[in-house]
Each structure stands twice: as C-alpha cells, then as structure tokens.
C-alpha cells in the first residue's frame, strides 16, 4: 500500500525557518508531480509549491522567494524549506503525490495525500 509520510511541522516564530519532509513509501513503480498543499482555519486548502519528476516548480505568489521545494528520487522524498516565515504561512501542510503503485496486484496511478503536519507561526 502506497503512504504519503510529513514531518517537520511545529511552532515557529516570524522570520524563523522550518523544512517540512514527506516520504512515499510502498510498492511503488514511479512518481510523477509531488506537491506540498496547505490549509488554514477557514479557507480552502491552496497549492503552496509542486516540483514535477523533471524539476519544474511552481510556487504560489505568497511564497516566492521563501520557500523552497526540492525532491530527491532515489529515496522518494518531497522537501519543503520554509524561511522568513509569516503568521499568515501557518496553516495544516499536506504532502501530495502522483505515483505509479501496485494495487490489487496491478500497476496504478493514483493521487495520494500525507495526513498533514501544523505549522504554526507566533511569537
């Protein structure tokens, strides 16, 4: 069974830096596109950075410059380096992935989701 893993979430204080990491684990074939989603109290869950197999990122507008996204392959781990944070950047981080699993005993591709880290920023 394919599993999304996050770490790394915890309190922080504005400006400080925090790296969140996700590990895909399981019968695994491939993995395409690999995102990190978060989602603050009361408003829909937003796409904060995605890294594709090739190495094309894109950043939600909020976070250029901050944060930094970065996967390696071999050991099938999404990375999200978060510096100069903001209160605004506090919110449930959700690692995602596209990967090619074995299920039911034939290779699938599914979309998978961590169960989410809490990243708080306060002083």
């Known amino acids: 069974q394919v599993q999304l893993l996050e770490s790394g979430g915890g309190l922080v204080q504005p400006g400080g830096s925090l790296r969140l990491s996700c590990a895909a684990s399981g019968r695994i074939f491939a993995i395409n596109d690999m995102g990190w989603y978060r989602q603050a109290p009361g408003k829909q869950r937003e796409l904060v950075a995605l890294?594709?197999?090739?190495?094309?990122?894109t950043y939600v507008d909020s976070v250029k410059g901050r944060f930094t996204i970065s996967r390696d392959n071999a050991s099938k781990m999404v990375y999200l380096q978060m510096n100069s944070v903001q209160r605004e950047d506090t919110a449930v981080y959700y690692c995602?992935?596209?990967?090619?699993?074995?299920?039911?005993?034939?290779?699938?591709?599914?979309?998978?989701w961590g169960q989410g880290t809490q990243v708080t920023v306060s002083s």
């Open positions: 995602n992935a596209d990967i090619v699993g074995l299920v039911a005993g034939v290779p699938r591709l599914n979309d998978y």
């Open positions: 890294i594709t197999s090739g190495g094309e990122i």
